[in-house]
């Protein structure tokens, strides 16, 4: 190991060090992982609606009998709306935790960007998803 890496891998063990557990294994991962999924689905609404949302866009697509790689595109686009709502809900954890019920103007900031960050994503996932299924879906109405 040259000097360099030694000293990164020192840096990367000591800040690990500073976290209250660390998950030795890949399966204490997904473990941590799924808890934090489970924490948004039970405590953030806006979560559990385009959970829902994603799973009726899902559902028609498969009626609509849409080809596999639109279904792809679909569920690459739910995935990346509810991946922002996870990672919005870390950034409101992170700031309550560091500020507390204390105002704060970078606290606003941060919960502000995370939310249009949100709002951005779910706004082109509802384009994608009219591109995608409304074509095939005037076809079978009318
Ligand atoms: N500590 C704070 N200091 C300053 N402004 C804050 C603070 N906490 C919240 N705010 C403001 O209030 C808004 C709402 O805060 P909240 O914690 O409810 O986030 P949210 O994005 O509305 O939550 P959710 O995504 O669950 O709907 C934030 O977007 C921010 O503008």
């Known amino acids: 190991m040259t000097g360099q890496a030694s000293t990164q891998s020192a840096r990367r063990t000591i800040r ?21 999924i489970l924490y948004a689905t039970a405590t953030q609404r806006n979560f559990r609606i385009h959970l829902i949302v994603g799973t009726m866009a899902f559902v028609l697509g498969a009626c609509l009998r849409i080809t596999l790689l639109e279904m792809a595109v679909i569920g690459l686009t739910v ?3 509810l991946a922002l709502e996870l990672i919005n809900t870390a950034v409101e954890a992170t700031v309550d935790l ?14 502000d960007c995370a939310a249009g960050a949100v709002l ?21 109405l009318f």
């Open 98 to 111: 560091i500020v507390g019920d204390q105002y704060h103007r970078l606290a606003g900031i941060a919960k």
């Open 79 to 81: 995935a990346f709306v």
């Open 120 to 140: 951005i994503g779910s706004s082109a996932a509802l384009v994608v998803a009219a591109c995608i299924l409304l074509p095939p879906l005037w076809r079978a």
């Open 16 to 36: 690990r060090r500073q976290s209250w557990q660390v998950a030795e294994t890949l399966s204490k991962s997904f473990t941590y992982a799924g808890s934090g």
